[in-house]
């Protein structure tokens, strides 16, 4: 099994930018399809964007499209998302999640970090 360690979320305004990373430990990280979910205040958990094991095929939700990128680096065992053009929206607790099966990262299941919280101010 995998662990993950999010990090780089903070305060920002409405526009900026942030990266988050997700570094993972365990020899296997390459096999893994990665995702990021995030929650909100009294909502409920949702996906935000899934990448294959190979960085191949990229997927996300409606909300984030064509202002998150997510991407990996397997060498270094971590993955990331680029997150443009921030709305106060996007404010919620960012998680990575990782699973040998991408169907099972983009349902929110597999295993998840600790998260980390983003904010944008209006």
């Known amino acids: 099994q995998v662990q993950l360690v999010e990090s780089g979320g903070g305060l920002v305004q409405t526009g900026g930018s942030l990266r988050l990373s997700c570094a993972a430990s365990?020899?296997?990280?390459?096999?893994?399809?990665m995702g990021w979910f995030r929650q909100a205040p009294g909502k409920e958990r949702e996906f935000v964007a899934a990448?294959?094991?190979?960085?191949?095929?990229?997927y996300y939700a409606d909300s984030v499209k064509g202002r998150f990128t997510i991407s990996r680096d397997n060498a270094q065992n971590t993955m990331y998302l680029q997150m443009n053009a921030l709305k106060p929206e996007d404010t919620a607790v960012y998680y990575c999640?990782?699973?040998?099966?991408?169907?099972?990262?983009?349902?929110?299941?597999?295993?998840w970090g600790q998260g980390t919280q983003v904010t944008v101010s209006s």
């Open positions: 990448i294959s094991w190979s960085g191949g095929s990229t």
């Open positions: 999640g990782a699973d040998p099966r991408l169907s099972t990262v983009v349902t929110g299941r597999g295993s």
């Open positions: 365990g020899r296997t990280f390459s096999s893994y399809a």
